[in-house]
């Protein structure tokens, strides 16, 4: 491949969609709950995920404390706005009855959680019988939103022992992306990082190196998709409260 067809290709890049395939995917699976059910948001945020909830009763909550600056470590936000939330709590004590929710959502939460599992305690307490779990958190992440920042990552098997000694059944656990799109989406972030820990801006023939190595990915990433199992940017996960 020439450079003139390197640098105006259309398709997008490998390493790109890890948002927008996961936003995909929660939409379709909001819309899959029936019209007027309650949802709980919980480690709602800024309310990010509000506008796929319009045909339900939403409600949202949060711990509140995160700020945008954080302890100044890793990836801040700068800024962040928690006024908008419904109830502002901690995930594993929301003062709300037994089985009032029948749907929970918790977005890429878990890795901002102390003690998730006792989060999947208290999910489960919120939950009416047969009610819907939503869940997606990284299956490897990098520092971001410090100090609150406890885990780097939850595979497949953190959902099916936990989920099942809390009374759920999964119904759905995918993966985002795979091995070679994670790869990418890391090489995005090599002039970020260069110019932030190495103090050094990255050469023309750097760039162009990078730009080559994501397209071979993209390429490896439609060939080995079953690379997920080892790694990927996260787990989407539905589970059926049976107990």
């Known amino acids: 491949m020439d450079l003139t067809k390197l640098l105006f290709r ?10 927008a395939d996961r936003l995909k995917w929660l ?3 909001l819309q899959q709950i029936p019209a007027g059910s309650i949802i709980l948001d919980a480690g ?8 796929y909830c319009t045909h339900l009763n939403y409600v949202s909550q949060d711990f509140g404390e995160y700020d945008g600056s954080g302890d100044g470590t890793g990836l801040q936000t700068k800024k962040w706005d928690n006024s908008k939330l419904d109830i502002t709590c901690d995930i594993v004590a929301i003062p709300e009855a037994d089985a009032s929710f029948d749907a929970i959502m ?16 208290e999910f489960s307490r919120l939950l009416k ?14 520092t971001h939103f410090a100090p609150f920042h406890f885990y780097t990552g939850f595979n ?17 656990i995918t993966a985002n992306g795979n091995f070679f799109e994670y790869v990418a989406q890391e090489l995005h972030r090599m002039r970020f990082c260069a110019k932030k820990y190495a103090k050094s801006n ?4 750097d760039r162009l190196a990078i730009l080559w190595i994501q397209i071979r990915l993209g390429k490896l990433s439609e060939k080995g998709n079953d690379s997920n199992e080892f ?11 049976r107990v």
């Open 156 to 172: 497949r098997y953190f959902y099916e022992k936990h989920l099942a000694e809390h009374g759920f059944e999964i119904v759905e």
């Open 44 to 51: 709602a945020g800024e309310l990010a995920q509000k506008k």
């Open 106 to 121: 918790c977005v890429e939460v878990f890795e901002h959680l102390p003690e998730p599992i006792l989060a999947i305690k």
């Open 27 to 29: 939409e379709k699976t």
């Open 202 to 205: 990255l050469s023309l023939l």
């Open 10 to 19: 259309k398709k997008p890049l490998a390493g790109k969609q890890n948002e």
């Open 231 to 241: 790694l990927c940017y996260g787990l989407q996960v539905v589970a059926r409260k």
């Open 129 to 142: 019988k047969d009610g819907v779990l939503v869940l997606t958190a990284p299956f490897c992440s990098l």
